[in-house]
């Protein structure tokens, strides 16, 4: 039991990110593979801070009003989590917005020019343009 | 088993049920405020593994302003997946099956969950902890230090009390002096120099050896010094990713306005005549700019920062336009000037960095700010460079917002 509790986190991760990928690749509709591109950035996240932690560590402000003694921060085992990984995932999270926002916009465009946001659907049409264009390429 | 481990368990598992539930659910406004929810919870999750800044964002992010702009985008689409014949796509479902579980036997060698002997906790070498601690050792730039300086001594100074610093010095100076004097005489001798020794050593020690700059407490935040100094040149790349994306929203969706024309009356505006919505919007409205403008500036001294700030100042604006309509958000923030703002904050970080250049220092060497104090240039610079961040995160933010929302040009 105590086993699968210490890399549970691990398991939750990989669950989480093959749902995002399932959706991605399963799903036809584009705003539903927006979503599912997030659910899998945001596993990917949870892998990086969970690695962070540190058993008996604190959040890495190195000092609290108050506090005379500060832990050191080169002392081991480490008195606070590991702040590198929270850095990477602070800045991706902001980035993966604008990623969601350019995509919600592209998806806005598709619908605006083919009426329907489900990609088998813009395959179809898409097919009957080319299949056009070759009967009218061929008259 | 601790309790933060059961809270965390019982987070998590939530949090999967939620993520699949997202996947599957068909109609896509419940996929939106699902997606919400999951942020919110995944949110909780990260507080509870101490990363608060993480927690701030995604709360902010993933709870806030992704499920507005998801919802901004539906208005425009549709409202429920296509119906299929069959639900689950096998082929898929193998695929992500297959995937898992190559990915669970690498877990089986991961180090497990907490483990201080991981490698990740190995590579914190000193010289990166050093760096972001910004021991600056009162030169222009950043520098060796001096020989005989001891890191682990210096770090257990509390903010920007150079004499308890200077008196514990003092203090294991005598004490090898003291072992010294035990080694040669008696034990009561040693006793009595120690005492004269201390006050004699604080004295000297406070007024000569030991400047402010040489441990730069001032940024306890080590994942704003991280952000902002180690990995300065990132996260000022990073801002011109979020200022790109807002560039590129604007050429794919704003539609030229002749002169004079005026933005529609839309539904939202309806919202205004709810006297609860109207009553606490405006009462919300202040609190929540003042806690962003209070994030953003003292990030360097607790969790926050530029990009938590910058979602949070965003939130305040964008509930505003929610509930009063666009054309009011536009009476106050016109679309020139949040266009405009959101390249100022990226020229005013990278102008911090070509200020440090023409001050003789490298690029983003936030030290030569304050030569006469370089340990205080540190917190000067980042709060600058933080505002620069906050500034683009906000205006591109409601950039994103308003072109998402914008009427289809028929």
Same mark, same amino acid.
């Given at each position: 039991m105590s086993e699968i509790l210490e890399i549970y986190n691990y398991w939750i991760y990989i669950v989480l990110m093959m749902v995002g990928f399932y959706g991605v690749i399963a799903k036809r509709n584009l705003i539903k593979q927006a979503i599912a591109l997030g659910l899998f950035q945001t596993a990917i996240f949870l892998f990086y801070i969970s690695m962070a932690v540190v058993d008996g560590g604190t959040a890495p402000i190195w000092v609290a009003e108050g506090v005379t003694k500060i832990p050191d921060p080169l002392a081991f085992p480490p008195a606070y989590d590991n702040p590198l990984p929270h850095v990477l995932m602070l800045t991706a999270i902001v980035v993966g917005v604008s990623i969601l926002a350019v995509a919600l916009a592209i998806i806005i465009n598709i619908r605006r020019a083919y009426g329907t946001i489900e990609y088998d659907e813009i395959a179809k049409i898409e097919r009957e343009m080319e299949v056009r264009e070759a009967q009218e390429a061929a008259q | 088993m601790s309790e933060v481990l059961l809270i965390d368990s019982v987070l998590l598992l939530l949090v999967a049920v939620t993520a699949i539930a997202v996947v599957e659910v068909r109609n896509l406004y419940a996929a939106a405020m699902l997606s919400g929810i999951y942020s919110l919870l995944m949110a909780l999750v990260w507080v509870n593994m101490h990363s608060m800044d993480v927690a701030f964002t995604e709360a902010a992010v993933g709870g806030g302003i992704s499920t507005i702009l998801l919802i901004g985008t539906l208005v425009h689409t549709e409202r429920e997946e296509a119906r299929r014949?069959?639900?689950?796509n096998w082929g898929a479902l193998f695929v992500t099956a297959v995937t898992g579980a190559a990915l669970v036997y690498g877990t089986l060698d991961m180090p497990r969950f907490g483990d201080p002997n991981a490698p990740i906790h190995k590579l914190r070498v000193p010289e990166m902890i050093n760096q972001t601690v910004g021991m600056t050792s009162g030169a222009s730039s950043k520098q060796p230090?001096?020989?005989?300086?001891q890191p682990r001594k210096n770090l257990e100074l509390p903010l920007g009390h150079g004499q308890v610093f200077a008196m514990r010095r003092a203090q294991k100076a005598n004490e090898a002096r003291l072992d010294q004097q035990a080694a040669g005489h008696g034990g009561h001798g040693g006793v009595a120099a120690t005492e004269h020794g201390e006050t004699h050593e604080a004295g000297h020690d406070a007024a000569h050896? &030991?400047?402010?700059?040489?441990?730069?407490? &001032?940024?306890?935040?080590s994942v704003t010094s991280l952000l902002a100094a180690y990995r300065g040149y990132d996260t000022m790349f990073e801002t011109a990713v979020i200022f790109s994306a807002g560039a590129s929203l604007i050429l794919l969706l704003r539609r030229r306005r002749r002169p004079g024309e005026k933005l529609p009356d839309q539904e939202s505006a309806n919202m205004a005549d709810q006297v609860i919505l109207r009553v606490m919007c405006k009462l919300f409205i202040p609190f929540i700019l003042i806690f962003g403008l209070y994030v953003i500036s003292h990030g360097e001294i607790g969790p926050g920062g530029g990009f938590q700030g910058g979602v949070i100042l965003a939130t305040a604006f964008i509930l505003y336009a929610l509930i009063f309509g666009r054309p009011e958000l536009h009476r106050v923030v016109p679309e020139r000037l949040t266009d405009v703002l959101a390249a100022v904050g990226v020229l005013l970080y990278s102008g911090v960095g070509v200020a440090t250049m023409l001050l003789g220092g490298k690029f983003l060497d936030y030290a030569v700010l304050k030569p006469e104090s370089p340990g205080e240039g540190g917190p000067l610079g980042m709060t600058l460079v933080e505002w620069g961040v906050g500034i683009t995160v906000c205006t591109v933010m409601i950039t994103i917002f308003n072109q998402l929302a914008e009427e289809e040009s028929k």
């Amino acid at each position: 039991m105590s086993e699968i509790l210490e890399i549970y986190n691990y398991w939750i991760y990989i669950v989480l990110m093959m749902v995002g990928f399932y959706g991605v690749i399963a799903k036809r509709n584009l705003i539903k593979q927006a979503i599912a591109l997030g659910l899998f950035q945001t596993a990917i996240f949870l892998f990086y801070i969970s690695m962070a932690v540190v058993d008996g560590g604190t959040a890495p402000i190195w000092v609290a009003e108050g506090v005379t003694k500060i832990p050191d921060p080169l002392a081991f085992p480490p008195a606070y989590d590991n702040p590198l990984p929270h850095v990477l995932m602070l800045t991706a999270i902001v980035v993966g917005v604008s990623i969601l926002a350019v995509a919600l916009a592209i998806i806005i465009n598709i619908r605006r020019a083919y009426g329907t946001i489900e990609y088998d659907e813009i395959a179809k049409i898409e097919r009957e343009m080319e299949v056009r264009e070759a009967q009218e390429a061929a008259q | 088993m601790s309790e933060v481990l059961l809270i965390d368990s019982v987070l998590l598992l939530l949090v999967a049920v939620t993520a699949i539930a997202v996947v599957e659910v068909r109609n896509l406004y419940a996929a939106a405020m699902l997606s919400g929810i999951y942020s919110l919870l995944m949110a909780l999750v990260w507080v509870n593994m101490h990363s608060m800044d993480v927690a701030f964002t995604e709360a902010a992010v993933g709870g806030g302003i992704s499920t507005i702009l998801l919802i901004g985008t539906l208005v425009h689409t549709e409202r429920e997946e296509a119906r299929r014949p069959s639900r689950i796509n096998w082929g898929a479902l193998f695929v992500t099956a297959v995937t898992g579980a190559a990915l669970v036997y690498g877990t089986l060698d991961m180090p497990r969950f907490g483990d201080p002997n991981a490698p990740i906790h190995k590579l914190r070498v000193p010289e990166m902890i050093n760096q972001t601690v910004g021991m600056t050792s009162g030169a222009s730039s950043k520098q060796p230090p001096p020989p005989g300086y001891q890191p682990r001594k210096n770090l257990e100074l509390p903010l920007g009390h150079g004499q308890v610093f200077a008196m514990r010095r003092a203090q294991k100076a005598n004490e090898a002096r003291l072992d010294q004097q035990a080694a040669g005489h008696g034990g009561h001798g040693g006793v009595a120099a120690t005492e004269h020794g201390e006050t004699h050593e604080a004295g000297h020690d406070a007024a000569h050896a &030991h400047p402010s700059d040489d441990f730069n407490g &001032h940024v306890p935040n080590s994942v704003t010094s991280l952000l902002a100094a180690y990995r300065g040149y990132d996260t000022m790349f990073e801002t011109a990713v979020i200022f790109s994306a807002g560039a590129s929203l604007i050429l794919l969706l704003r539609r030229r306005r002749r002169p004079g024309e005026k933005l529609p009356d839309q539904e939202s505006a309806n919202m205004a005549d709810q006297v609860i919505l109207r009553v606490m919007c405006k009462l919300f409205i202040p609190f929540i700019l003042i806690f962003g403008l209070y994030v953003i500036s003292h990030g360097e001294i607790g969790p926050g920062g530029g990009f938590q700030g910058g979602v949070i100042l965003a939130t305040a604006f964008i509930l505003y336009a929610l509930i009063f309509g666009r054309p009011e958000l536009h009476r106050v923030v016109p679309e020139r000037l949040t266009d405009v703002l959101a390249a100022v904050g990226v020229l005013l970080y990278s102008g911090v960095g070509v200020a440090t250049m023409l001050l003789g220092g490298k690029f983003l060497d936030y030290a030569v700010l304050k030569p006469e104090s370089p340990g205080e240039g540190g917190p000067l610079g980042m709060t600058l460079v933080e505002w620069g961040v906050g500034i683009t995160v906000c205006t591109v933010m409601i950039t994103i917002f308003n072109q998402l929302a914008e009427e289809e040009s028929k």
